[in-house]
């Protein structure tokens, strides 16, 4: 059964750059019909999306954190990261890592982009 | 961008009765939407995509219907384990984005 495993500090300063990592288990990160995503929740409030990643390095972002994040592969370490910099107090959130139903390759997508499996959730903190 | 707007905000209800939350996108999606659940303390739980197919798992008193710009997923009886927040999500173009979620209470 697959299952995605969060890790990553909880406490970040202003102006740093958050880093989170997502471990995949029980499958293969490489599967041909799978993209990854970071999603997060500020607290008391709703999902917002970040961005997805395909095992090719194929990317997309939510243009509201588009110049801040970054969404990287580790295919040896069947893992997945992502970094934001420039944190600021609205950065502060539960992070979830998610794998999607549909992918993206040669600038064609397939399959649903609903996401069947999540990581349990990093609580971040943004403070001195 | 995608703007997904739910109705009603809270919905209370009594265990048995039948629920009907919807989602209404700003644009056409196609049959290209989500739904989920998430209770406190918990990662969201996939319960529909493509609007109408339930995810592994799910019990068949949760239905998703609806195409183009308005959906909605009922709960044929509710259950004390469906009192949660659903929300629902597009994925016809990027980026994604969610709805901002509707309350399910008991009465």
């Known amino acids: 059964q697959l299952q995605l495993q969060n890790s990553g500090p909880g406490l970040v300063k202003p102006s740093e750059t958050l880093s989170l990592t997502c471990t995949v288990s029980g499958g293969s990160i490489t599967s041909s019909s799978y993209s990854w995503g970071w999603i997060r929740q500020p607290p008391g409030k709703g999902l917002e999306w970040i961005g997805t990643?395909?095992?090719?390095?194929?990317?997309f972002y939510t243009p509201s954190l588009k110049s801040r994040v970054t969404i990287s592969v580790d295919t040896s370490k069947n893992r997945f990261s992502l970094t934001l910099g420039s944190v600021t107090a609205a950065d502060t959130a539960v992070y979830y890592c998610?794998?999607?139903?549909?992918?993206?390759?040669?600038?064609?997508?397939?399959?649903?982009?609903?996401?069947?499996?999540w990581g349990q959730g990093t609580t971040v903190t943004v403070s001195s | 961008e995608v703007v997904l707007t739910q109705s009603p905000a809270t919905l209370s209800g009594s265990p048995g009765e039948r629920a009907t939350l919807s989602c209404r996108a700003s644009?056409?999606?196609?049959?290209?939407l989500a739904w989920y659940q998430q209770k406190p303390g918990q990662a969201p739980r996939l319960l529909i995509y493509?609007?109408?197919n339930r995810a592994t798992g799910i019990p068949a008193r949760f239905s998703g219907s609806g195409s183009g710009s308005q959906f909605t997923l009922t709960i044929s009886s509710l259950q004390s384990d469906d009192f949660a927040i659903y929300y629902c999500q597009h994925y016809n173009n990027w980026p994604l984005t969610f709805g901002g979620g509707t309350k399910v209470e008991i009465k």
């Open positions: 998610a794998r999607h139903l549909g992918y993206c390759s040669n600038s064609r997508c397939f399959g649903d982009y609903a996401m069947d499996v």
């Open positions: 990643i395909y095992y090719d390095g194929g990317t």
């Open positions: 644009q056409s999606l196609s049959n290209n």
């Open positions: 493509g609007a109408s």
